[in-house]
C-alpha cells in the first residue's frame, strides 16, 4: 500500500478514504479517473480497432467469425478519396490554426497591455462563447452568412454587390465558422502564459532602449511561444476533427475525415472502413501535435533549467 | 575659473548629474510624492530610505520615466527629461528581482542594450565581455538566468545596464532577493564597483543597515516628502526631524520643556536649545552609562540585558518607561543582572537632540 497518513481515531472509513486518495503519493488520487478513462474510451476504441483490423462474418445480427486483416487499411491507403479527403482535413486544420493565432494573438497583447477594464472586457468576451454549445454558435453563422442574411444584406443594401455572394455551403463558410469558433481555445493559453510573465520584463526592455515594437519582439513574443505551442495543439486538434462545422456550415456534401467517418458508420453502416479512418485521422492528428512539440521545445530551450 | 568640458573636482558647487525638482505625484486622490527635491553629484551614491510607501520607489520610476510626475521636473545633466521617453533616457535601472530576460543567456542579456541600438556584433561582444570582466562573471556566458546563483543574476543584472554607460544608476532594492549572509558582502563590493566606475547612483531602500553601508548621503523619506538628505554620519547623529531620529537607529525619547534657551534633561544636566516650550529629547543608547544607584536620581532597574556583539544592550526599567542603554562590554566595570537597580546618566549631553512636541 502507499504511504497513507491515517487520521488519528475516530474517523469513519468514508474520511479515511478521501484522506489516502488526496495524500496518497503517486497513482493513486489519480485512479478514478484512470478507471473512468479505461471503461470509457481504451476499451471501445480497442473494439473498434478489432473491428478495423479483421474480417467480419455477421449473421442474423451477431458476429459469427472475426479474422484478422489488414484489407481494409489497404484499400484505405490506397483510395484517392481518402488521400482528398484528408490533405482537405489537414488544410482546413492548418489554416484554422493560422488565423486563429493571428488573429487571437492581438487579443492576447491587448490584454497584457491593457487596464484592468479592457481586461474584463476581453476576458468575458473570449469565455462567453464557450458558454454556448459549439452547435448553437454555428447556426448563427448560417444567419449570418445566409444568402438573406445579415452580410449579403448589408452589402446589398450600401450597392457594393449586385446579387447576394455565395458564402454558405463554400469553404470559406466552415474557414470562417472554424476559425470564430476555435478562437478562445487559442487566446486562453496565450493568455495565461503572457501575464504569468513579470511585467518588469518589459520596463526592463524599455528601459535599455527597446521601442514598443522591439519589446514585442523581443521579449513578448518569444516569452509568448509555450502559449503559442499550447494553443496551436489545441486549435489543431479540435478543428482537425471537427464534425459539427463542416456538416452545418460546408451544406452536407463538405467531406472532411470527421464527416466521413461518420458517414461511413452511420449511412454506409460499414463499421471496418469507418475504424480504419479513425486510426488514420488519430495517427496523422498525433504526427502533427509531435511536429508542433518539437517546434516549441526547439524554440523554448531556456526553460529547461539546470543543465547547462 | 575651470575649463567646463573637464572634471569639476576643485570647484565649489559643480553642476549636478540629476536634478529633482520639486517633483509631486499623486495616484487618485492619494498623494505619494509632495515637493521632492534633491541634487545628486557626479560619481555621489544617495539612497532614499524609508519604510513601504513613502514613495521611494515612486520617485525612482519617475526618474526612470516608467510614471510621470504630476508637477515639477526631473533633469540630467541639465536637460529636461519630461518629454524624454523611457527607452531613450540616460538611466539604467537595476530591478527588484533583476528582472532578467528568462530566454536569454547571460552574453544576450548583458549584450540588449547595444543591439537596441544597432550596434555592430563585433563592438557588442567586446563590450559586453568588458563588463562582464568588470562585474567578475567571465565563464557563465552561455548559461540562462535560471542557471545562476542569486549573486550572479544581480552582476548580470548590473553588467546589463553597465553596457550602455548610463548618466545614472538607479537600484530598486537590489539586495532583497539575497539572502542575509551573501547581502552584506554583496553590499561591500556593489559600492566598491559603483565608486570604482564613478557612477552617479540613486538606490532605494528600506533597510537602513544597506543604506549607512551603500551611501554618500542617505535621504530619509516619510509620507512622500524627503526628510532629511545627509551624509550617513549626519542623519545617524544629528537627525533633523524626530521621525529620521526614530527610524534610523535606536533611540530613547523623553518629553521636556525648554525654558531660557535651556532643556532639563532626565539626570538633571541641562543642554541648551533655540525652542521653546514643549519639546522632544531624544538620546542615544550608547549616549548613557550606568552608574551606581546612590549617585543618581535618575535610576531604575535593569529588565532585560543582552550581548550584541562588543556591546551590551541593556532595557532599564525607570518608572514603567523601558530606556535601552548600549555599553562596551570592555569598559563596563560590571555587567548587570537583571533586577539590579542602576543609576542612568548621559555622557555627553550636547549629543543630545531636540524637537519641537507636544506632551
Not at chain 2, 38 to 43: F, H, I, Q, T
Not at chain 2, 54 to 71: H, V
Not at chain 2, 255 to 267: R, T
Not at chain 2, 283 to 304: E, K, S
Request: proline share 5%.
Amino acid at each position: 500500500m502507499a504511504n497513507v497518513s491515517v487520521p488519528a481515531g475516530g474517523a469513519g472509513w468514508g474520511e479515511r478514504l478521501v484522506d489516502a486518495l488526496l495524500s496518497g503519493r503517486g497513482v493513486w488520487p489519480a485512479v478514478p479517473s484512470i478507471v473512468v478513462l479505461m471503461v470509457m474510451a481504451v476499451i471501445p476504441f480497442a473494439i473498434l480497432l478489432s473491428l478495423g483490423f479483421s474480417d467480419i462474418e455477421v449473421a442474423r445480427g451477431a458476429i459469427i467469425s472475426q479474422t484478422f486483416s489488414l484489407t481494409h487499411l489497404t484499400t484505405a491507403l490506397t483510395d484517392p478519396l481518402y488521400w482528398i479527403t484528408f490533405q482537405r482535413s489537414l488544410n482546413l486544420a492548418l489554416t484554422t490554426t493560422f488565423f486563429c493565432l493571428v488573429f487571437g494573438y492581438p487579443v492576447a497583447y491587448l490584454f497584457l497591455v491593457g487596464g484592468r477594464w479592457t481586461k474584463r472586457i476581453i476576458l468575458i468576451l473570449t469565455i462567453a462563447p464557450l458558454l454556448t454549445s459549439g452547435i448553437v454558435r454555428t447556426y448563427a453563422w448560417l444567419v449570418i452568412l445566409g444568402g438573406r442574411g445579415v452580410v449579403n444584406s448589408t452589402l446589398l443594401s450600401i450597392d457594393l454587390i449586385d446579387q447576394p455572394l455565395r458564402i454558405m455551403n463554400t469553404h470559406w463558410a466552415v474557414l470562417i465558422g472554424m476559425v470564430q469558433i476555435h478562437l478562445p481555445v487559442m487566446i486562453l493559453p496565450l493568455i495565461a502564459v503572457m501575464s504569468r510573465h513579470d511585467t518588469r520584463l518589459v520596463e526592463a526592455a524599455e528601459n535599455l532602449g527597446a521601442s514598443q515594437l522591439a519589446t514585442l519582439r523581443t521579449i513578448i513574443f518569444p516569452l509568448s511561444v509555450p502559449g503559442i505551442g499550447t494553443g496551436a495543439a489545441l486549435v489543431f486538434t479540435l478543428s482537425y476533427t471537427t464534425f459539427v462545422v463542416p456538416q452545418l456550415l460546408g451544406g452536407g456534401n463538405y467531406l472532411n475525415a470527421a464527416t466521413m467517418v461518420y458517414e461511413q458508420v452511420v449511412f454506409s453502416l460499414d463499421w471496418s472502413k469507418g475504424s480504419v479512418s479513425s486510426l488514420i485521422l488519430m495517427v496523422t492528428c498525433l504526427i502533427v501535435l509531435v511536429i508542433i512539440a518539437l517546434i516549441t521545445n526547439r524554440l523554448t530551450r531556456w526553460t529547461r533549467g539546470r543543465d547547462a | 575659473m575651470l575649463d567646463t568640458a573637464g572634471p569639476m573636482i576643485d570647484s565649489n558647487d559643480p553642476a549636478p548629474v540629476l536634478s529633482i525638482g520639486a517633483v509631486s505625484k499623486k495616484f487618485d486622490s492619494l498623494t505619494v510624492l509632495e515637493n521632492c527635491s534633491l541634487d545628486v553629484a557626479e560619481g555621489e551614491i544617495v539612497t532614499l530610505l524609508g519604510p513601504s510607501g513613502c514613495g521611494k520607489t515612486t520617485l525612482l520610476r519617475c526618474i526612470a520615466g516608467f510614471w510621470d510626475a504630476d508637477s515639477g521636473g526631473i533633469r540630467i545633466d541639465g536637460r529636461d527629461m519630461g518629454a524624454v521617453p523611457v527607452n531613450r533616457r540616460p538611466v539604467g535601472v537595476v530591478f527588484q528581482s533583476y528582472a532578467l530576460f528568462p530566454h536569454m543567456t547571460v552574453v544576450q542579456n548583458v549584450g540588449y542594450a547595444l543591439r537596441m541600438l544597432r550596434m555592430p556584433r563585433s563592438a557588442v561582444a567586446e563590450r559586453v565581455s568588458t563588463a562582464l570582466e568588470t562585474v567578475s562573471l567571465t565563464g557563465l556566458e552561455d548559461r540562462y538566468p535560471s542557471q545562476l546563483s542569486g549573486g550572479q543574476q544581480q552582476r548580470v543584472a548590473i553588467a546589463r545596464v553597465l553596457v550602455m554607460e548610463p548618466r545614472v544608476l538607479l537600484l530598486d532594492e537590489p539586495f532583497n532577493a539575497l539572502d542575509a549572509k551573501l547581502r552584506g558582502s554583496m553590499q561591500v563590493e556593489l559600492r566598491q564597483l559603483i565608486k570604482k566606475l564613478g557612477l552617479t547612483s540613486i538606490f532605494v531602500t528600506h533597510d537602513q543597515e544597506e543604506a549607512l553601508t551603500m551611501s554618500d548621503r542617505i535621504a530619509v523619506m516619510r509620507a512622500g516628502r524627503i526628510e532629511q538628505a545627509a551624509p550617513p554620519e549626519e542623519i545617524f547623529d544629528r537627525p533633523a526631524t524626530a521621525y529620521v531620529a526614530d527610524f534610523i537607529g535606536m533611540s530613547n525619547f523623553f518629553s521636556g520643556e525648554a525654558q531660557a534657551g535651556a532643556v532639563l534633561l532626565p539626570d538633571g544636566q541641562s543642554q541648551s536649545t533655540e525652542l521653546q516650550g514643549p519639546v522632544k529629547v531624544m538620546i542615544r543608547p550608547h549616549n548613557i552609562r550606568l552608574v551606581d544607584a546612590q549617585d543618581q536620581d535618575w535610576r531604575g532597574t535593569i529588565a532585560f540585558h543582552r550581548p550584541v556583539g562588543p556591546l551590551i544592550e541593556y532595557h532599564v526599567d525607570v518608572a514603567g518607561d523601558q530606556i535601552k542603554v548600549l555599553s562596551m562590554r570592555q569598559q563596563q566595570s560590571q555587567i548587570y543582572a537583571d533586577g539590579a537597580c542602576v543609576g542612568l546618566q548621559v555622557i555627553d549631553p550636547a549629543s543630545c537632540s531636540i524637537y519641537p512636541g507636544a506632551h
